[in-house]
T-cell receptor, first 115, second 113 residues
Framework: DAKTTQPTSMDCAEGRAANLPCNHSTISGNEYVYWYRQIHSQGPQYIIHGLKNNETNEMASLIITEDRKSSTLILPHATLRDTAVYYCIVRQINAGGTSYGKLTFGQGTILTVHP | DVKVTQSSRYLVKRTGEKVFLECVQDMDHENMFWYRQDPGLGLRLIYFSYDVKMKEKGDIPEGYSVSREKKERFSLILESASTNQTSMYLC????????????FGPGTRLTVT
């Protein structure tokens, strides 16, 4: 699976949009971009994923550049409860064999939302 | 909603003890995973299972074994606990269709003294 690079930490004011970048310059054609977050003392939580088109769900939007080498997770109106570590993960969905379920977590971005 | 439960939130064991960590999911998922999480090292995959009685080693299987006798239950076993196995242990499950997103349990914080 391709490696990802994220900033170590970011700050955001409550009510403003939080834009979390991720670089994945070695991504291959059959690899998806996934985002998870982990609130303190809890297990990671799935947010969103995408292949090449922008995606939106009730939690966030995912913008993937046309060359797919980077992406941005957008939390449109950040709240204090969005303070967490956000992980960008690239992986194949249908790699064959039994490895398709594996996730490789990096260090993630610590997002702190301020009042 | 998918629910993944883990048998204990906190556990304290002595060096050399045999430790069982249990994980149960209620979504009929085929895949189940055990990770450990340590400061500065992130989440690391210990073992995963893609079917009953099937298992594969993850990135750090040494010192651990697993058991999956029923689809909904995946156990992590520390045959002889050591202090370097003090960690947060996270269980996850996922289906085999769609996007394969993983659903995590709340974690078990294990301390080995």
């Amino acid at each position: 699976d391709a490696k990802t690079t994220q900033p170590t930490s970011m700050d955001c004011a409550e009510g403003r949009a939080a834009n979390l970048p991720c670089n994945h310059s070695t991504i291959s054609g059959n690899e998806y971009v996934y985002w998870y977050r982990q609130i303190h003392s809890q297990g990671p939580q799935y947010i969103i994923h995408g292949l090449k088109n922008n995606e939106t769900n009730e939690m966030a939007s995912l913008i993937i550049t046309e060359d797919r080498k980077s992406s941005t997770l957008i939390l449109p109106h950040a709240t204090l409860r969005d303070t967490a570590v956000y992980y960008c993960i690239v992986r194949q969905i249908n790699a064959g064999g039994t490895s398709y379920g594996k996730l490789t977590f990096g260090q993630g971005t610590i997002l702190t939302v301020h009042p | 909603d998918v629910k993944v439960t883990q048998s204990s939130r906190y556990l304290v064991k002595r060096t050399g003890e045999k430790v069982f960590l249990e994980c149960v999911q209620d979504m009929d998922h085929e895949n189940m995973f055990w990770y450990r999480q340590d400061p500065g090292l992130g989440l690391r995959l210990i073992y995963f299972s893609y079917d009953v009685k099937m298992k594969e080693k993850g990135d750090i299987p040494e010192g651990y074994s697993v058991s999956r006798e029923k689809k909904e239950r995946f156990s992590l076993i520390l045959e002889s606990a050591s202090t370097n196995q003090t960690s947060m242990y996270l269980c996850a499950s996922s289906g085999t269709g769609g996007s394969y997103e993983q659903y995590f349990g709340p974690g078990t914080r294990l301390t080995v003294t």
